[in-house]
């Protein structure tokens, strides 16, 4: 994705959205897509899930690095079902830094993890309670389609970076985001 976006992307109207959308779907077009079809419950087969899941992120950060445009830390627990982090995003040239985390579901991967930025709950109509981004109407039915081919990697790179460059400007420009 291309949550810190370039001067041309930078743009509050729906063309410089959807432009950010498309520059995000050609970075998710390079992740290699995950194979097993396994969740938390399913032993041996969650531990193959799990070295896909790792194999792709580190896929995720090295495409990101090479465009420079590094824009979160992730760790899981060592069961990989919690995992935590920092996002960010930079607008007007100010680095906006959050928290995140999330589990994954029981029933996954045929549910999409739910992300949380916790210290954003009930700043934008784009968030459910305890800080989860909206995730329904535009990365849930893609997620569905994919399944089990999409794994943390690609709900980072397709849901939480359009989110924040959809979300932060709006936070910033309504004085509900400042730096800290």
């Known amino acids: 994705t291309q949550p810190v976006p370039t001067r041309r992307t930078l743009r509050l109207n ?40 790792y194999k792709v992120l580190i896929e995720y950060i090295k495409l990101n690095k090479a465009q420079d445009n590094e824009w979160f830390k992730i760790e899981s627990n060592k069961e990989g079902t919690k995992w935590k982090g920092k996002c960010w995003y930079i607008y007007n040239m100010v680095k906006y830094e959050f928290d995140m985390q999330f589990e994954i579901p029981a029933t996954y991967p045929q549910s999409p993890i739910e992300i949380e930025l916790p210290e954003l709950e009930g700043k934008t109509s784009k968030m459910y309670r305890g800080g989860k981004i909206c995730l329904d109407i535009h990365f849930a039915p893609l997620w569905q389609s994919k399944v089990p081919s999409f794994g943390v990697a690609h709900a980072l790179a397709l849901a939480l970076g359009p989110w924040l460059a959809a979300e932060v400007p709006y936070l910033v420009e309504t004085g509900l985001v400042c730096t800290k």
């Open 14 to 53: 729906r063309q410089g959205l959807l432009l950010l959308l498309m520059e995000s779907s050609s970075i998710a077009d390079k992740l290699p897509l995950l194979k097993t079809n396994a969740g938390p419950s399913d032993g041996d087969k969650w531990k193959d899930r799990l070295k896909e899941e």
